[in-house]
């Protein structure tokens, strides 16, 4: 079954804006990452964060960890029209397995 | 610098008829391999990982199955197609690190 649930499923915002989305999961995990797909296309990893980080930031992306709610945040800021994919975060539940369970996605949409 | 390749890139095929898709890695060893599909707008679900040759766990009860004939070489088959068996697959490896790497994708139409 899938785990990390994604929120929300769409959003749409103006360049510039910042972009929120958020990630739920129900087990415990070694690490939490998010990834970006372009329509059509393979996924892209962005950014990794370990059960012990609570923070990381890469550039423009800021993802926060919080392992009490099981949950994650990607916020992308100052967004640019070239942001517009879809965003899924993935976990690998367990220590030592790299068995990755992907969430549903968050399709974002920057209107220039 | 690590490559992935996935091929074909686009495939239409009869139900009943068999399938082969393979994914092969460059510049890495002994990595960690994978199989996705994804239907239209949603997740991932996956397929099959492998952690070494001949190492296949297969997650979901299907008509598909996956080899891992050399270290860096992901095939997956059918022997009969469904048109259940329509949508995106993806091929990916990763190493210690976690993180996972994805080739460019097959789309699959099964008519």
């Known amino acids: 079954s899938q785990q990390g649930e994604e929120d929300p499923q769409a959003l749409s915002i103006q360049e510039g804006e910042n972009a929120t989305m958020n990630c739920s999961y129900k087990t415990s995990i070694n690490n939490l990452q998010w990834y970006r797909q372009n329509s059509g296309r393979g996924l892209v990893h962005l950014i990794l964060?370990?059960?012990?980080?609570r923070e990381k930031h890469s550039g423009r992306l800021r993802v926060t960890l919080d392992t009490s709610k099981k949950s994650s945040s990607l916020l992308i800021t100052a967004s640019r029209a070239a942001d517009t994919a879809s965003y899924f975060c993935?976990?690998?539940?367990?220590?030592?397995?790299?068995?990755?369970?992907f969430g549903t996605g968050t399709r974002l949409k920057v209107l220039a | 610098s690590q490559t992935i390749h996935q091929w074909p890139a686009t495939l239409v095929q009869p139900v009943g008829s068999p399938l082969s898709l393979e994914c092969t890695v460059e510049g890495t060893s002994n990595p960690n391999l994978y199989w996705y599909r994804q239907a239209a707008g949603r997740g991932l679900q996956l397929l099959f990982y492998s952690v070494g040759i001949g190492q296949i766990s297969s997650e979901v009860p299907q008509n598909l199955s996956a080899s891992r004939p050399q270290d860096r070489q992901f095939i997956l088959s059918s022997k009969k197609l469904l048109l259940s068996d329509s949508g995106f697959y993806l091929c990916a490896w990763s190493g210690p690190s976690y993180e996972q790497y994805f080739g460019p994708g097959t789309r699959l139409t099964v008519t």
């Open positions: 993935a976990t690998a539940p367990t220590s030592g397995t790299y068995k990755y369970i």
């Open positions: 964060i370990r059960s012990n980080e």
